[in-house]
Structures are given as structure tokens and as C-alpha cells.
């Protein structure tokens, strides 16, 4: 299957600084990719969605000033966390879609872990 | 918004088969049913999806309700690897986003 990769895979950063997460698909171009969070013993939710070339759409309650998205190439999203604070440790999750399947897979990167001391 | 309904938590002893329910009474002609798995500090894994028509594939087995108001994921022998969160979710074909319900954690006894 397509291959969907994420940098760092964990990072530790001080409140009020920002932190970029990267989000590429190796082996595949990806026009849309998705970004989730996940906090300890929940479930995913679905921040944004990701479309090369243009503005990303966020879920409803989602800052978009504070998740900043580009997704400025078929195979690169970034999340960048600004201005983070303790409440924006979790776990950041992308997923991308492969065109060439017939069918609506996500393939998942491996997920970034941010605290935010 | 999910639009799944499953049990919290699952347990099933080693080798021996699983069968995880999923409710979806709301679904619509153009919901495909995907299942996902998702180990601890992983991101979540395909398993199978489906339409209509019973589907197996070399993980599972997917066997959906005539009515498509509920479907079931099949595992024929648990093995320890397969102890993870199951999710269960509904996306159209050529839609675009994954709601996730809260899953089902399936243990496996050894």
C-alpha cells in the first residue's frame, strides 16, 4: 500500500513557541491530505482538510489562525502549531488519500507526538 | 460527525474467532463501511471496507447487514497483534472525510 510519512515523530517545544509538523506521501501524490488529533484514550478527530494549491477547510471549533495548513506541493502538508500552549500536547495524526485506488482509503502517516511544556 | 455506534471495549481469547459490531442506521446509499485498526502511538491501519456484498480479504472478513444498518468485522483467529482500537466508519466513494466514532478496544487473552 501508499506510504504516508511524518516529521518529527515527536517533539517537545516551550509554551508560546510554534512547531511545524510535516506530512509527505513517499510513493504517491496526494491532492488532498487530512489532519487529526488525538488526545490519550480518545478517539481521532478530524481537524482539516488539506487541498494542494488551495486553502485547507477546517472542522467547526478548529482555529485555523492557530493550525496553520499548506499543503503547497502533491506530496508535503504542514501543520504548524502556533503560539502553542500545554493544552495543544496530543497526538497529531495525517492521512492522505491515493488517487490511483479505486476506492476512498486514507493511508495514515505514523503520527507526531507534541508536548508543550 | 460519526455516525457509527460500537462497543467500548471487546475480549477474545488466542485463535479464536472475533466478531466486532458496528451500528450505522443512518447510513445512505453512497456510504462505503471502512474499517480501520489502530495500535498504541500508531496511526490507524486499513482493514477492509465494503458496500453491499460480504468482503474478505487476507485480515478480515466484513459481513454487512441486508439492510446496511449494521455490518460486522470478522477476525477468523486473534492473534496478540491483534489487539488494538477498531474503528468502524462511514465515507461515501469519492467523499473525503473520515468521522471517527470511539472504537472498539479488542483485547486477546493469550
Known amino acids: 500500500g501508499a506510504v504516508v510519512s511524518q516529521h518529527p515523530s515527536w517533539v517537545i517545544c516551550k509554551s508560546g513557541t510554534s512547531v511545524k509538523i510535516e506530512c509527505r506521501s513517499l510513493?504517491?501524490?496526494?491532492?488532498?491530505m487530512f489532519w487529526y488529533r488525538q488526545f490519550p484514550k480518545q478517539s481521532l478527530m478530524l481537524m482539516a482538510t488539506?487541498?494542494?494549491?488551495?486553502?485547507?477547510?477546517?472542522e467547526q471549533g478548529v482555529e485555523k489562525d492557530k493550525f496553520l495548513i499548506n499543503h503547497a506541493s502533491l506530496t508535503l502538508s504542514t501543520l504548524t502549531v502556533t503560539s502553542a500552549h500545554p493544552e495543544d500536547s496530543s497526538f497529531y495524526i495525517c492521512?492522505?488519500?491515493?488517487?490511483?485506488?479505486?476506492?476512498?482509503?486514507?493511508?495514515f502517516g505514523p503520527g507526531t507526538r507534541l508536548t508543550v511544556l | 460527525d460519526a455516525k457509527t455506534t460500537q462497543p467500548n471495549s471487546m475480549e477474545s481469547n488466542e485463535e479464536e474467532p472475533v466478531h466486532l459490531p458496528c451500528n450505522h442506521s443512518?447510513?445512505?446509499?453512497?456510504?462505503?463501511i471502512h474499517w480501520y485498526r489502530q495500535l498504541p502511538s500508531q496511526g490507524p491501519e486499513y482493514v477492509i471496507h465494503?458496500?453491499?456484498s460480504n468482503v474478505n480479504n487476507r485480515m478480515a472478513s466484513l459481513a454487512i447487514a441486508e439492510d446496511r444498518k449494521s455490518s460486522t468485522l470478522i477476525l477468523h483467529r486473534a492473534t496478540l497483534r491483534d489487539a488494538a482500537v477498531y474503528y468502524c466508519?462511514?465515507?461515501?466513494?469519492?467523499?473525503?472525510?473520515?468521522?471517527f466514532g470511539t472504537g472498539t478496544s479488542l483485547t486477546v487473552i493469550p
Open positions: 465494503g458496500l453491499t
Open positions: 466508519i462511514l465515507a461515501t466513494n469519492t467523499g473525503n472525510q473520515f468521522y
Open positions: 443512518t447510513i445512505s446509499g453512497t456510504d462505503y
Open positions: 510513493d504517491f501524490q496526494a491532492t488532498t
Open positions: 492521512s492522505a488519500r491515493d488517487p490511483r485506488q479505486g476506492y476512498n482509503e486514507q493511508f
Open positions: 488539506s487541498n494542494e494549491g488551495s486553502k485547507a477547510t477546517y
